[in-house]
């Protein structure tokens, strides 16, 4: 392969490089920490529902469940049994803090191996679990495996791979997760059938990702910033090298320890977190993860099995949305990897929002005038309604999905980009627990209302990623400060701190 000088556009520095093989490898191992964080989403609901797991562990919800009656917007459901479920986001959330500093200092790869030895303990006591407190304890431990791979992989994607093709190489994490939720649907629909234990084949299955990221982590490399941080110069600049595929790498590993010299001097990254020229990054990043779980995604793919089945499928409605919202989710997430460094990102937020708002406008509108309590749609209307479903999820998956994990693992300076993506990995445990905990009520109040809802939400952050988003595009992580000083909004706070006197 001919080494390719990058093109940035704009004021940006070009760095020669090129896709190794090694890269492409170290991208596949790092993003199963993606199929690890997919498969626990895809797979919880599903198996919280099976009749075994619950007798064996819920008894006074199953038997509530036999009596229950259920209309079409009020499911039944049980609080407990929700928190049991998304007690892995709190943990996850609290993880994330603990991961950034392990992160910092023993470096990106061994929080990644830390990520997948938590899993694998979390599955054993979950798979094997035979009380309530060793199931409790796996979903705490999960989500501590979880707060580690969400902290690490994106920073170690965004960190490994050339400017020029950054934001592919970054979306492989969202693609896994995808490809996680994608199998884990699959795997439940068949493990239902297999009594007494097939819950426990489900949960037990978790643990594949989780042995390929901890074996393959040993032959992949740690990052050529986090060696150079940690004054391992000539590592660093070996494993450039290597992973760019030419020996003329001095211009960005000049760039790499003028980041790592800066860094240097910030002796608590939480307190320049809160200075304001960490503002632009931390806001945007924040943002982006609220935004990403209010576009209404898991309860729109938690909702879809009920939409197949009002078209009529029966039995075989939640295998088929599975598969269909599934694969329209893993192959939409490749359009965003095609596009993401062509078109950039800014594109493909704005585009979807605009898809994401009016299919979410027309569904509620269908539901509204259509969908009684009870009773069923039309099936010509619930046709259209699965088919807007998976246009809607087609659009989250080029945009909202992988950017909200690209763009904050991009815009830190390194001195703040662990403590800083702590922020974004907690925003979206925080939020998705929220609306795993509310969803199901708000249903049963809001009725078809709930669809305008997000709708609403999809409005405000069309105009936030116009007004306040800049193109990243292209940019070399370690000079990303520059696209502050020239935002309209966002350079007034990178003036009066100590930030200029230690980057000029
Ligand atoms: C989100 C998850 C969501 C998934 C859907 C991820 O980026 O963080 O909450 O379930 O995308 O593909």
Known sequence: MPAVVVSNGGDAPHFEGKITIYVILCVIISAFGGLMFGYDIGISGGVTSMDDFLMAFFPEVYERKQHVHEDNYCKYDNEFLQLFTSSLYIAALVASFVASRVCTVLGRKPTMQTASIFFIIGVALQAGGTNILMLVFGRIILGFGVGFANQAVPLFLSELAPARMRGALNICFQ???????????????????????????????????????????????????????????????????????????????????????????????????????????????????????????????????????????????????????????????????????????????????????????????????????????????????????????????????????????????????????????SSNMLCTFIIAQAFLSMLCHMKAGIFFFFAGWILIMGLFALFFIPETKGIPIDSMVEIWKQHWFWKRFMTEDEYDKIRP
């Open 175 to 425: 693609l896994f997760i995808t490809i996680g939720i994608l199998i884990a649907g699959i795997i439940n629909y068949f493990t239902s059938d297999v009594h007494p234990h097939g819950w426990r084949i489900s949960l037990g299955l978790a643990g594949v990702p989780a042995l390929f990221l901890l074996f393959g982590s040993l032959t992949i490399c740690e990052t050529p910033t986090s060696l150079i941080a940690h004054g391992k110069n000539e590592e660093g600049k070996a494993i450039l090298v290597k992973i760019r595929g030419t020996h003329n790498v001095d211009p960005e590993y000049e760039s790499i320890v003028a980041a790592c010299e800066a860094a240097r001097m910030v002796k608590d990254p939480f307190k320049k977190l809160m200075k304001p020229s960490s503002r632009p990054p931390l806001v945007i990043a924040i943002l982006l993860q609220i935004f990403q779980q209010f576009t209404g995604i898991n309860a729109i793919m938690f909702y879809a099995p009920v939409l197949f089945q009002t078209v009529g499928f029966g039995s075989s409605a939640s295998l088929l949305s599975t598969v269909i919202t599934g694969l329209v989710n893993v192959l939409s997430t490749g359009v965003s990897i095609y596009a993401v460094d062509r078109a950039g990102r800014k594109v493909l937020l704005l585009e979807s929002c605009v898809q994401m708002f009016i299919t979410q406008m027309v569904i509620g509108v269908i539901l509204m005038i259509d969908l009684k309590p009870t009773g069923a749609l039309k099936e010509k209307e619930a046709w259209v309604v699965v088919i807007l479903v998976c246009v809607y999820v087609m659009a989250f998956a080029w945009s909202w999905g992988p950017l909200g994990w690209l763009i904050p693992s991009e815009t830190f300076p390194l001195e703040t980009r662990t403590a800083g993506f702590a922020f974004a990995v």
